[in-house]
């Protein structure tokens, strides 16, 4: 069984200033970790994903996260925040057992990402 | 990447009656999931939709409430059936492209509203 939890619902942070999203995860299998952003009336972009390959996963518009397997946490940062991050982001945890539980994504709750000019 | 369409974009539908939410992909794809978003909630897998084979359900889901079709590599269809305001969602078709690129891609969903 797997699933995600995202600390803090609601994050809010100037422009300019570092942002950080929480993601910890619980899986029985090692996981395929991910961050999607869905903009207000849009759908899920990808912005970035960690497949057991580098722990430090760089990702689309200046974002990038980090597995630490130790704490199994997978938080998102990104150095300066921008008007145009305001989103909701979500990390999302999949099974890399292959198989039947391929492309099975667990999602968290969400984060909605304020932006303070 | 792929580029996902789904029919309708948004519905406003009576209790009792049915629903089917089309997608639509640009190019051929491995494997298409069916996802709901609850008003205020995450995103929960509801199926996966197998081409010329019955769809294989999550836990909590069934096939007489969700009929799934895929008939061939770029398209599938939902079906919402005898709806009450507890299915107002907003639906996503999610496809993965190639198995070993691991990206999952998400349509921009059916915001669908039960009175």
């Known amino acids: 069984a797997q699933s995600v939890t995202q600390l803090g619902s609601h994050v809010s942070v100037s422009e300019g200033a570092l942002v950080l999203l929480r993601c910890n995860y619980s899986s029985s299998v090692p996981p395929y970790l991910f961050w999607y952003v869905q903009y207000p009336n849009q759908g899920l972009q990808l912005l970035l994903k960690?497949?057991?390959?580098?722990?430090l996963v760089k990702g689309i518009n200046g974002f990038e996260a980090e597995f630490k397997k130790s704490e199994t946490s997978f938080h998102l940062t990104k150095p300066s925040a921008h008007m145009s991050d305001a989103a909701e982001y979500f990390c999302a945890v999949s099974s890399n057992a292959g198989g039947t539980s391929y492309g099975k994504l667990t999602f968290g709750q969400g984060t909605i990402l304020t932006v303070h000019p | 990447s792929a580029v996902i369409s789904q029919k309708p974009s948004r519905d406003i539908c009576q209790r009792g009656t049915s629903l089917t939410i089309q997608c639509q992909v640009d190019?051929?794809?491995?494997?298409m999931f069916w996802y709901r978003q609850q008003p205020g909630q995450s995103l929960t897998l509801i199926a996966t939709?197998?081409?010329?084979?019955?769809?294989?359900?999550e836990s909590g889901f069934v096939i007489d409430k969700f009929p799934i079709s895929r008939p061939n590599l770029t398209f599938s269809t939902l079906t919402v059936s005898n709806m009450s305001p507890e299915d107002s969602s907003i639906y996503l078709c999610?496809?993965?492209?190639?198995?070993?690129?691991?990206?999952?891609?998400f349509g921009p969903g059916t915001r669908l509203t039960v009175l």
């Open positions: 190019s051929q794809v491995t494997m």
């Open positions: 939709a197998n081409q010329g084979s019955e769809a294989t359900y």
């Open positions: 960690y497949t057991s390959a580098a722990t």
């Open positions: 999610s496809v993965v492209k190639l198995v070993a690129s691991y990206e999952q891609f």
